[in-house]
């Protein structure tokens, strides 16, 4: 079937709205076209992921968006980009890739997209509700507003969700239509000990094992307590979406879309998977490629970005001692302020932790650059550090962070683990 | 001769290079140098510059259209792609690429059980209806 378009989708295609305008509806209408797309879609908001900067193409398809007079036709916020703006300085780059990451994330906000910078928009006011249709780039955001919110949007990659944020308009395809969105395999975790379910720590495993166990396919989760917090949705979601091409899972009795099992199989006989102390521990072990627990030289926390109740454990976790060892933790700006606000920021500072903003630590240079071994509580830093930092990783929990870096040394509670 | 569905229409020869595993670009592919950089990949280390890079498909981050892109405007992308399931993220940065100018890759969508038919590191020839052949 032929993609077909409405009126003012053709008029953008003319031109008839700038060059933008046109370019956008293009780029939109190709990947219709290589989907299999029969129509578009209007989007209500979009996140783009494409103001992260990974060579000076991503500038210049920018900057040709912005001299065509491209601006956003929906509210938009921007994922990271490769500079902290607010602390230019915790970053070790070249002079210019400085500035073509610089005028890469300000061609967004000349676009009027807001200066979110943050790979968790949802965690500052951008959260769509269920059913609406949206276009969002940055894969643990694909999952978390697709799982956690029930907005419907397909994987959009950088340029695509620039392209959707200006026309307004996605492909209708994928998860965007309801009978895409139902489960394809039941995960049972039933068997997961109720002590380790109830632990931060266990989420980015857990969403370790689902991405590699089930690929691109929609699970149905069952046996996962009513009290699973939303960072540990968002932890599961990154962390499947980092090892495997998740970008939709249920959670049933928690996320919306299912209320119960019948609500998300359609009543269909579905292959059953079990979570299973032995899978479990692979995935642990896959989160860690340091060789030994004897060294430890950074830090890192916030993948996805640290939301403010994260930053409420770490206060409580640190009480009144110092980290020895450097200790980065990523965030939004607006998460960032609030904190300044309630005078956390500079308590935590004084203690010794690096806050770092706009960005992360595996997306542009940070982290020190002698290497080494680094730990962290995120399934997605311990799953890209390596490639990215060149950093071997140790995965713990916020607390093992916490301790060994006040300690000076690898402490990890390995109990927790015990099934 | 097998064939498969066109993504991205064009012709392209090279050594076919078959992922065994689904790969992120973003995170698993340094564009300047054309090569495989992450270390828990089977292929890591492998250069895919104009190589007929068959992979199951691609998982990982949206961040991967902006790799292909780069790799485009480098001259270290594959000379054709041929993807277990279509995936809108890495023809999105070939589509992006042609907006701007830089050369296009051929990319096709060919089951794995089709990718399996053609041998490692052979010749192979991608024609613009999707087939893809060995020989010379």
């Known amino acids: 079937m032929p993609l077909n378009l409405t009126q003012p989708e053709r008029d953008m295609l003319a031109g008839t709205h700038g060059d933008a305008t046109s370019m956008a509806m293009r780029i939109v209408v190709a990947t219709a076209d290589l989907l299999g797309a029969e129509s578009l879609v209007e989007v209500v908001s979009a996140h783009i992921d ?21 601006r956003v036709a929906v509210p938009t916020t921007l994922n990271v980009g490769a500079l902290d703006l607010l ?15 610089r005028r890469q994330m300000q061609a967004y906000v000349q676009m009027g997209a807001e200066a979110t910078f943050t790979c968790a928009p949802y965690q500052v006011g951008h ?11 940055e894969s643990n955001a694909i999952a978390f507003v697709n799982s956690v919110l029930g907005a419907r949007t397909e994987r959009y990659g950088d340029f695509l969700d620039a392209c959707c ?5 996605a492909p209708l395809y994928g998860l965007h239509c309801a009978e895409n969105r139902v489960a394809q395999v039941i995960v049972d975790a039933s068997a997961v000990p109720p002590m380790l379910k109830e632990r931060d720590v266990f989420y980015p495993v857990l969403g370790t094992w689902l991405g590699l166990q089930v690929g691109q396919d929609i ?19 990154a962390a499947a979406a980092s090892t495997g091409a998740v970008a939709l899972f249920h959670v049933v009795g928690v996320t919306p879309e299912a209320p119960t099992l019948e609500a998300v199989t359609g009543g269909a006989d579905l292959p059953r998977v079990a979570v299973s102390a032995a899978g479990i521990r692979n995935s642990l072990a896959r989160l860690s490629t340091a060789a030994s627990d004897d060294q430890v ?28 060892v450097p200790f980065y933790v990523c965030t939004a700006r607006g998460t960032l302020h609030s904190l300044e606000q309630r005078g956390d920021a500079a308590r935590l500072i004084r203690a010794g932790v690096e806050i770092i903003a706009d960005t992360c630590v595996v997306v542009t240079p940070i982290l020190p650059a002698k290497g080494g071994v680094l730990m962290t509580n995120s399934g997605k830093f311990a799953h890209y550090g390596p490639s990215n930092t060149g950093y071997e990783v140790l995965y713990g929990s916020l607390e093992d962070c916490v301790e060994s870096s006040v300690h000076g040394r690898v402490m990890r509670n390995e109990q927790v683990w015990s099934w | ?32 140098a054309g090569t495989i950089v992450d270390p828990r990949h089977p292929n890591y280390g492998a250069s895919i510059t104009g190589t007929v890079l068959a992979i199951p498909s691609a998982v990982g981050s949206s961040s991967s259209s902006a790799i292909m892109l780069e790799l485009v405007r480098e001259g270290t992308a594959p000379a054709a792609i041929l993807l277990g399931r279509a995936d809108a993220i890495l023809s999105l940065g070939v589509v992006v690429g042609c907006e701007l100018g830089y050369t296009s890759v051929p990319i096709v969508e060919l089951p794995v059980a089709l990718q399996e038919q053609l041998t490692q590191g052979a010749r192979v020839r991608v024609g613009a209806d999707g087939s893809v052949s060995e020989g010379p």
Not at chain 1, 50 to 69: M, T
Not at chain 1, 165 to 169: F, L, M
Request: aromatic content about 4%; overall charge neutral; hydrophobic content about 40%.
């Open chain 1, 50 to 70: 494409g103001c992260l900067h990974h060579g000076d193409g991503g500038v210049e398809f920018a900057e040709k968006l912005v001299r065509g007079g491209g």
């Open chain 1, 127 to 137: 959260e769509p509700g269920l059913g609406q249709q949206v276009a969002w780039g």
């Open chain 1, 219 to 237: 699970a149905a989760i069952v046996g996962l307590p009513k009290t699973v917090t939303r960072d540990q949705l968002k932890a599961l979601g």
């Open chain 1, 87 to 101: 602390h230019p300085e915790k970053i070790r780059t070249t002079p210019h890739n400085t500035d073509m990451a």
């Open chain 1, 297 to 324: 030289d950074a830090i890192a926390v916030g993948s996805p970005h640290f939301s403010l109740q994260e930053f409420d454990s770490l206060l409580e976790l640190l009480g009144d001692r110092r980290l020895r």
């Open chain 2, 1 to 32: 001769m097998v064939k498969g569905r066109v993504l991205i229409p064009g012709e392209a020869v090279g050594p076919l290079l078959r992922l065994d595993h689904p790969i992120s670009f973003w995170g698993g592919v340094d564009p300047v």
């Open chain 1, 165 to 169: 944020a200006i026309t307004g308009r």
